[in-house]
């Protein structure tokens, strides 16, 4: 893909004004994981820029994604983009070294010289309000801003961030899909279907991977009960192997999978015929 520059300031934001619904702590399941994985690349980065795309009526999440970044790389910086010009001036008042914000959409507007890009971009409940056909666009936007070696998380979670599915791309484009959720509070695997991102939620239905591999995260679940007399990280961590065992190809291991996540190449659950 070829990278695109930031919209010039006096341009219109390109994208849509979210509801901005956003509470402390919702987005720590993502941080966490964007901090443990995407560290290495974070600390090799020549620019250690992330920007919270869409951080809605409150700065919470960038503010605590600075935080999260920084056990990483101690230099890291965020940018807050907001395409609502009042929540960008909300905002404001939170900024401190290495954190700003700004009004922009999904140009992704970045302080300084015009050819920066973004080390990170996290685009958390942004793409759900837009159609299934506009994500193939966005993700391709947003992808063509990263730098080298730059990672785009993009995904869905409940209000209080109990549950939560991500895509994890790169500039080539999407790499991997994570599960992760507070196990105490879940019934089954499949509670996390009504979290799936825009790119996955309408092709939960049967002929289609993610269908298939909820159903068989379900299986697996019920199969492991006993396990749950061991508390729920066994029962969750016996499902995730047996998963792996039937063949789903799975990203990563036991110290992931003890925090509640599991993460499984793209290609696996990708929809059948294409979309973003």
Request: proline letters at 9%; a positive charge; glycine letters at 10%.
């Amino acid at each position: 893909m070829a990278r695109s520059s930031p919209t010039p300031p006096s341009a219109r934001p390109v994208g849509s004004a979210t509801r901005g619904t956003t509470n402390p702590n919702r987005l720590r399941r993502m941080d966490r994981w964007i901090a443990a994985t995407h560290g290495p690349q974070l600390r090799r980065a020549a620019d250690p820029v992330a920007v919270d795309l869409g951080y809605g009526a409150a700065p919470w999440t960038a503010v605590e994604l600075l935080d999260r970044l920084r056990t990483a790389r101690g230099d890291a910086e965020v940018v807050g983009v907001e395409i609502d010009p009042e929540r960008v001036a909300a905002a404001r008042p939170y900024e401190r070294a290495g954190l700003v914000f700004l009004h922009g959409g999904f140009e992704v507007p970045l302080p300084g010289a015009r050819d920066r890009s973004p080390a990170l971009i996290r685009a958390a409940n942004v793409l759900r309000q837009y159609s299934e056909a506009e994500v193939a666009e966005v993700w391709a936007r947003l992808c063509a801003r990263l730098a080298p070696g730059g990672l785009l998380v993009e995904g869905t979670c409940d209000e209080i961030g109990r549950r939560h599915v991500w895509v994890a791309l790169g500039p080539e484009g999407p790499r991997t899909v994570t599960f992760a959720a507070r196990l105490g509070s879940l019934e089954a695997p499949s509670d996390l279907a009504e979290r799936l991102p825009k790119a996955l939620i309408h092709r939960n239905v049967p002929g289609e991977p993610v269908h298939a591999f909820l159903r068989d995260f379900d299986r697996a679940w019920a199969a492991a009960a006993p396990y749950g007399a061991l508390g729920a990280r066994q029962r969750w961590i016996r499902s995730v192997l047996a998963l792996r065992d039937a063949g789903w190809p799975l990203a990563d291991g036991p110290r992931r999978w003890r925090l509640g996540e599991v993460t499984v190449r793209w290609e696996a659950l990708a929809p059948r015929g294409g979309t973003a």
